[in-house]
């Protein structure tokens, strides 16, 4: 039941009929995963480049540090915020558990040192280059930030795509925040894991297959974004 | 430089405005803190449109073990507890987190097994014999190990063979620490033993090699009982919604709903409310 050509005849029949309650889970995947993206880029980005530009003591260790949590375990984010969330715990008034933004909550902690460390990687080299200019023009720190994310910005993509990839995929932290709920914060990982569970293999197969697909597309529009926007500035 | 403070600004504006959405136009909803078997067999799904019919109250339930859902339930994460565990559930109330057990319905457990049968026990109507001759033929066995309500209710069943399933863990006894979906398709995968509710069962796709081997021993008697989260301990609990659907659940048209649900014509819970 499971080889690959009926996974994948089946992956095309669900997205063909239009299943409304399929469209409306890739919805929520996407439009959680991409705030917690955004939101990951807001923070990371300006701390990534604050790293890369700033010299200070600690500043090898917080780099150290912000390169581990690249590998921050999801289950144990979801914990973290579920604690958090819980009507027992400090934020419990807000009622946010169970809901979409939970999962974004808790998606944005998983991305942000990603998105932080691969930030500050690429716009160190740029500030190699790019530091006698500055000095140059003695620019204040906070508008060498700037400059330095503006001429990093395609680099900075990449960041942002890798982050993306990170939350789209996760399964452990939504799960514990969101509850997979249906109609309401059943997400495409959770899903897959909910007909794993239900020894569907096949349909838990074909569901994959079509995030992978929708990784690729999103993954393809920023790259091609990129090319014009080059293309644009350059002419 | 203005091109970049205009994209930080809308890039605020998308995250925030995304952020602060309304999840919910319709915020006249419960959670109801669940098991697996309820939610994977699809009982929810049958029964839960008539009870939003009716009231327009949205039930949403989160799906985890036994022991994990009473534990949510203490925390004051959901409005109600169903579950399947007696001895839990009554000390769940006894220490104030839940207002009242009701019983609701029940089903039985199957204990299931590869057809090979190599402990020789298909057939066999008597669970504590049937995991006796497991152990002693050292055939695999798939135990959830999670503190859900089938993992109490296998432990209890090894408890008049004297065997010490802990000592044997990682060899023939694998406590997978799953839940009844996984620890099934890992029995497939390694042709084990395992206990589970017939409802998952009976709804399991993945089943391999396995089939019922010991079913019908009043032993394998599996009662749901449901609690309101107690909203004195809690004030957050919805109590007036929460009250509708155990009332409901309890009453006639909910009984009647879960007699209703069948798959492949076979009945998967019989309603047992007191005084229906």
Redesign the interface.
């Known amino acids: 039941m499971t080889d690959l050509g009926s996974i994948f005849s089946l992956a095309l029949s669900l997205v063909i009929s239009g299943d409304q309650q399929l469209y409306s889970i890739i919805v929520l995947s996407l ?1 959680v995963t ?2 917690a993206v ?2 990951g ?2 923070v990371g980005i300006p701390l990534g480049a604050a790293l890369a530009t700033y010299r200070f003591p600690g500043r090898g260790a917080a780099i150290a540090v912000l390169n581990a949590f690249m590998g921050l375990p999801p289950v144990v984010v979801g914990l973290a915020v579920y604690l958090m969330l ?4 400090p934020f ?2 807000l ?1 946010l ?5 939970a999962m ?1 909550i808790a998606q944005a902690i998983l991305v942000t040192p990603l998105i932080a460390a691969l930030s500050r990687q690429s716009l160190a080299d740029l500030h190699t280059e790019y530091d006698d200019l500055f000095r140059s023009l003695r620019l204040r720190p906070s ?1 060498k930030i ?2 330095l ?2 001429e990093g910005r395609y680099g900075l993509s990449t960041a942002a795509l890798a982050g993306f990839g990170r939350a789209i995929a996760e399964v452990g932290a939504v799960i514990i925040v969101g ?4 109609h ?1 914060t059943r997400v495409m990982t959770t899903a897959i894991a ?1 007909e ?6 096949a349909l838990a197969l074909a569901l994959g297959l079509i995030l992978v697909t929708i990784a690729i597309a999103v993954n393809a529009a920023v790259l091609s974004l990129n090319r014009t926007a080059r293309r644009l500035a350059y002419a | ?1 203005i ?2 403070r205009k994209a ?1 600004a809308i ?2 504006v ?2 925030l405005s ?2 602060s959405t309304p ?2 136009a319709n915020d006249k909803y419960i ?1 109801v803190q669940s098991t ?1 078997s309820t939610e ?1 067999s699809g009982l929810f ?1 049958h029964i839960l449109p008539m009870f939003k019919a009716k009231t327009g109250i949205d039930v ?4 985890v073990g036994t022991g994990q859902a009473l534990k949510n339930g203490e ?3 959901g409005d109600v507890v169903l579950v399947h565990a007696k001895a839990a559930e009554e000390k769940f109330v006894a220490d104030g987190f839940g207002v009242k057990r009701t019983e609701v319905m029940y089903n039985d457990f199957v204990l299931v097994g590869p057809e090979s049968d190599p402990a020789k026990v298909a057939g066999s109507k008597d669970i504590v014999a049937a995991l006796k001759s497991i152990a002693e033929a050292k055939a695999p066995f798939a135990s959830r190990g999670d503190d859900s309500g089938t993992h109490k209710a296998e432990l209890d069943h090894w408890k008049p063979t004297g065997i010490d399933v802990k000592s044997a863990s990682g060899e023939w006894y694998r406590s997978t620490g799953s ?4 620890t ?2 890992t029995a ?1 995968g390694m042709s084990a033993y395992a206990l589970t509710d017939r409802a998952t069962w009976l ?5 391999g090699p396995l089939k019922i081997v010991v079913e019908g021993d009043k032993r394998l008697f599996n009662q749901y009982g449901i609690m309101l989260v107690n909203p004195a301990k ?1 004030p ?1 609990v919805k109590a007036t919604e929460g009250q509708a659907f155990i009332d409901w659940i309890t009453g006639v048209e909910g009984q009647n709903a879960i007699r209703s649900f069948q798959i492949g014509g076979e009945q998967l819970f019989f309603p047992n409310a007191p005084g229906v």
Not at chain 2, 60 to 63: E, G, H, P, T, Y
């Open positions: 439009r991409l705030t955004l939101l880029c807001l819980s009507r027992s715990g419990g008034v009622g558990l169970y809901t979409p933004t974004i508008d700037r400059a994310i503006w509850g997979n709920i249906e309401v909910l794993t569970s239900k020894g569907d293999l | 430089m091109q970049f930080l890039a605020a998308i995250a995304a952020l999840v919910e959670v697996t994977q799904k949403r339930i989160v799906a925390r004051g994460d839940g009844m979906g996984p099934l398709n497939a709804s399991f796709k993945n089943r809690h957050t």
